[in-house]
């Protein structure tokens, strides 16, 4: 009965009630925020990243990073708005310390670690569309991690994970015009290169309508699930 009612007083903290109590003290809210919103920042950490071990490590330096600067919170955006800037930011400093871009191509079994997304049935797909599908989400893939870090992070937030442009510009630090820039600019190269990248040269790639108005967005049928079980800083 006890673990029910614990259970539910979790579900009944906001993120900025969790993220108080750990700045005052409670040993367990931090890990009950992680836990509440790490299937989406795994996301953002392997789209960013482009591997499994490198979006683990960026992960782990952001909820680390927020964890011991939980005092530094203002309140003028959503704590995971906050979360995600800290993790996104975390993925970019190791990209850019990095100083050259990774040579190999992302894996083909990146939808093994999963994503927060309801994916479709494999075994009731005609496996002609699957092929289709699993073939224009490596091209997607590949051709992302050729983009410039600051593009591809405005990417991934805005066009993947379907955040508004006006929160993306906050998680990044940067004006809005700045995020649909970064976004028109990643877009572009992105249908350059999934034209150059696709069997058949330009009729393979293409892109979809998604979050933003105007320029077509990047989107993936399948992507990310979750991360691989670690334990809260």
């Given at each position: 009965?006890?673990?029910?009612?614990d259970?539910?007083?979790?579900?009944e903290?906001?993120?900025a009630?969790?993220?108080?109590?750990h700045?005052?003290?409670?040993?367990?809210a931090?890990?009950v925020?992680?836990?509440r919103?790490?299937?989406?920042?795994w996301?953002?950490?392997?789209?960013t990243?482009?591997?499994p071990?490198?979006?683990a490590?960026?992960?782990?330096?952001?909820?680390?990073?927020a964890y011991?600067?939980a005092?530094?919170?203002r309140?003028d955006?959503a704590?995971?708005?906050?979360?995600?800037?800290?993790?996104?930011?975390a993925?970019?400093?190791?990209?850019?310390?990095?100083?050259?871009?990774?040579a190999?191509?992302?894996?083909d079994?990146?939808?093994?670690?999963?994503?927060?997304?309801?994916?479709p049935?494999r075994?009731?797909?005609?496996?002609?569309?699957?092929?289709v599908?699993?073939?224009?989400r490596?091209?997607?893939?590949?051709?992302?991690d050729?983009l410039?870090?600051?593009?591809?992070?405005a990417?991934?937030?805005?066009d993947?994970?379907?955040?508004p442009?006006a929160?993306?510009?906050?998680?990044?630090?940067?004006?809005?015009?700045?995020?649909?820039?970064r976004?028109?600019?990643?877009?572009?190269k992105?249908?350059?290169?999934?034209?150059s990248l696709?069997?058949?040269g330009?009729?393979?790639?293409?892109?979809e309508?998604?979050?933003?108005?105007?320029?077509?967005?990047?989107?993936?049928?399948d992507?990310?699930?979750?991360p691989?079980p670690?334990?809260s800083?």
């Amino acid at each position: 009965m006890s673990d029910l009612i614990d259970g539910t007083a979790e579900v009944e903290r906001t993120d900025a009630d969790l993220l108080q109590a750990h700045v005052d003290g409670d040993p367990d809210a931090f890990g009950v925020l992680f836990r509440r919103h790490r299937d989406r920042l795994w996301a953002v950490a392997l789209r960013t990243m482009g591997n499994p071990e490198d979006a683990a490590d960026g992960l782990q330096d952001g909820m680390i990073a927020a964890y011991r600067r939980a005092a530094s919170f203002r309140g003028d955006a959503a704590v995971t708005t906050w979360l995600h800037r800290v993790v996104v930011n975390a993925c970019l400093d190791r990209l850019r310390a990095a100083k050259v871009r990774r040579a190999e191509a992302l894996p083909d079994d990146l939808d093994d670690y999963g994503d927060r997304r309801v994916t479709p049935d494999r075994s009731t797909t005609d496996p002609a569309d699957l092929a289709v599908a699993d073939e224009r989400r490596r091209l997607v893939l590949a051709a992302l991690d050729e983009l410039p870090a600051e593009q591809r992070a405005a990417l991934v937030l805005v066009d993947m994970e379907g955040y508004p442009v006006a929160d993306v510009a906050v998680m990044l630090d940067c004006a809005v015009g700045t995020v649909k820039s970064r976004c028109s600019r990643g877009r572009a190269k992105l249908a350059e290169l999934l034209g150059s990248l696709a069997p058949g040269g330009g009729d393979g790639g293409h892109v979809e309508a998604g979050n933003q108005e105007g320029n077509g967005s990047v989107s993936l049928a399948d992507a990310p699930r979750g991360p691989p079980p670690t334990d809260s800083p």
